[in-house]
């Protein structure tokens, strides 16, 4: 249960996080100076820290999104369920790592 919610807030958190890259193309299009603040925060620490973490709902939310799709089709319901939740996590923070290690 503990996941399906997980699996809920990174989805909000997605639209959240859509809604900052939305505004900040279009501000790379139209808005020069507002494009300036918004790089200025993606390039500080904490800025990295928000796109390291939104990383990690992104992979996190993907791989819950297979895990719903793997129990629509009946399997992993029984004794598999928590390894299959764990192996989310556990995913879900290895791919961010990996993705921030290649940048």
């Given at each position: 249960?503990a ?47 928000f ?53």
């Open positions: 249960m996941m399906s919610v997980a699996h809920r807030l990174t989805g909000i958190a997605l639209y959240g996080g859509m809604l900052l890259f939305t505004l900040w193309l279009i501000s790379l299009a139209f808005y020069p100076n507002i494009y300036e603040i918004f790089s200025s925060f993606f390039s500080s620490s904490l800025g990295k820290l796109l390291f973490f939104y990383t990690w709902v992104f992979l996190h939310h993907a791989l819950g999104g297979l895990r719903h799709m793997v129990n629509d089709f009946g399997h992993g319901l029984e004794d598999a369920r928590h390894r299959i939740a764990q192996l989310t996590l556990v995913g879900s923070a290895i791919g961010t790592v990996l993705v921030w290690c290649t940048l």
